[in-house]
C-alpha cells in the first residue's frame, strides 16, 4: 500500500513500485486460500452443516471484529499517525495471521473452529485500523504539493490491477493446489513474499516528523557530533518496532531508559516521591518547578528505575515538546556518564538514588540544551525536518497550568 512516487532515485521508485506490488499480488493469492479454507470451515461441501449455523458464526465474526475496531483506535489511536511506519508494518502481520488462522480452522473440531474464526475476524479488524490509519499518514507525507485526492486515487487503481491480476493466477492455483501439505507450503511462501516486501518498503520511506525514536538519533547526534542528519540519513538507523518510550544514544542496543510525555502533574509528583525521602518530597517538587519557571514542560528522571515523566504546560509548543524530550534525553545520558565515572558501590548507589544530584543534572543539562536550543532548531529545519507537527505524544496527554503564589 506504500506510494511509490516522489521518493529519491527512478531506481528507488522503480524498486517501490516493485515492492508495492509484489505485496498485493501475493497477498491476492493467498488471500484466496485462506477464503477456502473458511468455506470448508463453515461446512461447504458437508451434508451435515446449516446455513443458520454459518450466518451465525458470520453474525459472530463480525460482531467480534467490530467490537475489535472500537476498542483499538480507542486505545492506540494517538500513537498511529506518530509511529505510522511501525502500524503500516503491523497491519500486514495481523493480516497475514489472520489467513493462518483461517487456514488452521477446519483442522480443529467445531468449538475450537468457531475461536479461531472469531480470532481470525479480530486480527483482520486490528489490520483495518491500523492499515487506514497509517496509509493515510504516509499518503500525507507523501503528497509534497498538496494532491492528496491524487494520490489517493492512483494508489487505490494501482492496488485494485494488481488485487485483479492476483486474483486471476490466484483462480489458477487453488484449482491446483488442494492438498493441506501443498496448500500450507504455497501460503507460508506466499506470506514470506508479502512481509519481507512490505517490511522493505516500509523502510524505505524516511519520515519528515519528529516522533520519539527519530528525536533520539537526530538529537543524540547533534549533542555528540554536532551534526544533523537529513531524513533519509536517520530513517537507515531506524527500528521499525521499537519499545514505547525507549530514551537511546543514537542506534545503540543499550537503553537509558523510558520517557512518557504529557503526563498529568499527578504523575510527576507520584515518581518524585517515589525517588526521594518523604521529609525532601515537597521542597524537591518545589526546586523542580523553579528549575523549568520559564520553560513549557517540567521533567522529572528517576535515577534508580531510569524512568522519566515530561509534564506540559498549557501553552506547550510543539518545538517544547521537542525540546523536553530531547532535554530527557541528555539528562539520561549524563546521569549514565556520571554512574559509569563513579568509583565503588556505596557511591554508585547513592548516585542511582540521590534527588538532589538528580536535580543537578537536570538544571545542568537545560543550561547547557537552552543555550544553543534555537541555533539546532533551525538547522533541522533548514535539512527539511518538520519541527511545527508534534509528533512524540503517542497518548491521550494532559496539561497545565503553574500559578505562582502571590507573596
Not at 9 to 18: G, K, Q, S, W, Y
Request: hydrophobic share 45%; charged share 20%.
Amino acid at each position: 500500500m506504500l506510494m511509490d512516487i516522489y521518493l529519491g532515485t527512478e531506481d528507488t521508485r522503480f524498486m517501490l513500485f516493485v515492492q508495492d506490488s509484489l505485496q498485493a499480488f501475493s497477498s491476492s493469492i493467498a488471500g484466496l486460500l485462506s477464503s477456502r479454507a473458511v468455506l470448508q470451515g463453515v461446512g461447504v461441501g458437508d451434508a451435515t452443516a446449516s446455513p443458520t449455523s454459518a450466518l451465525l458464526l458470520s453474525i459472530l465474526q463480525d460482531s467480534m471484529g467490530r467490537i475489535a475496531t472500537i476498542l483499538f483506535a480507542h486505545q492506540l489511536g494517538t500513537s498511529l499517525e506518530p509511529e505510522c511506519k511501525m502500524y503500516r508494518l503491523a497491519a500486514d502481520i495481523f493480516n497475514d495471521s489472520s489467513m493462518i488462522m483461517d487456514c488452521l480452522s477446519p483442522m480443529f473440531p467445531k468449538s475450537i473452529r468457531v475461536g479461531l474464526l472469531s480470532l481470525s475476524s479480530v486480527l483482520r479488524a486490528l489490520c483495518g485500523v491500523a492499515a487506514g490509519s497509517s496509509k493515510a499518514s504516509l499518503s500525507a507525507h507523501f503528497a509534497k504539493w498538496g494532491n492528496l485526492a491524487e494520490l489517493n486515487a492512483k494508489d487505490s487503481s494501482q492496488e485494485t490491477v494488481i488485487s485483479l491480476m492476483g486474483m486471476l493466477v490466484g483462480s489458477l492455483v487453488v484449482s491446483y493446489i488442494t492438498s493441506p501439505l501443498a496448500t500450507w507450503v504455497a501460503l507460508i511462501s506466499l506470506l514470506i513474499v508479502h512481509i519481507t516486501t512490505n517490511y522493505l518498503a516500509v523502510r524505505a520511506v524516511s519520515m519528515t516528523s519528529l516522533n520519539r525514536q527519530r528525536a533520539n538519533i537526530v538529537f543524540s547526534t547533534l549533542f555528540d557530533e554536532n551534526r544533523v542528519l537529513t531524513a533519509k540519513q536517520a530513517s537507515k538507523q531506524e527500528r521499525v518496532f521499537e519499545r514505547d518510550g525507549v530514551l537511546r544514544w543514537k542506534a545503540s542496543s543499550d537503553t537509558l531508559g523510558f520517557c512518557q510525555i504529557g503526563v498529568p502533574f499527578k504523575d510527576v509528583i507520584d515518581h518524585v516521591s517515589s525517588s526521594s525521602p518523604a521529609e525532601r518530597t515537597e521542597a524537591t517538587i518545589v526546586a523542580i518547578l523553579r528549575v523549568f519557571e520559564q520553560e513549557e514542560y517540567i521533567l522529572w528522571f528517576d535515577p534508580a528505575r531510569k524512568r522519566g515523566v515530561i509534564g506540559l504546560k498549557t501553552n506547550a509548543s510543539p518545538t517544547s515538546q521537542l525540546k523536553a524530550w530531547s532535554h530527557a534525553l541528555l539528562a539520561a545520558n549524563s546521569l549514565k556518564i556520571k554512574e559509569s565515572n563513579t568509583r565503588g558501590p556505596l557511591v554508585r548507589e547513592q548516585v542511582g538514588t540521590d534527588s538532589v544530584l538528580m536535580l543537578g543534572i537536570l538544571q545542568d543539562t537545560l543550561a547547557e540544551h537552552s543555550k544553543d536550543f534555537d541555533a539546532r532548531i533551525e538547522s533541522l529545519r533548514d535539512a527539511g525536518w518538520d519541527i511545527d507537527t508534534p509528533s512524540l505524544q503517542t497518548k491521550p496527554g494532559r496539561k497545565f497550568d503553574v500559578i505562582r503564589k502571590q507573596e
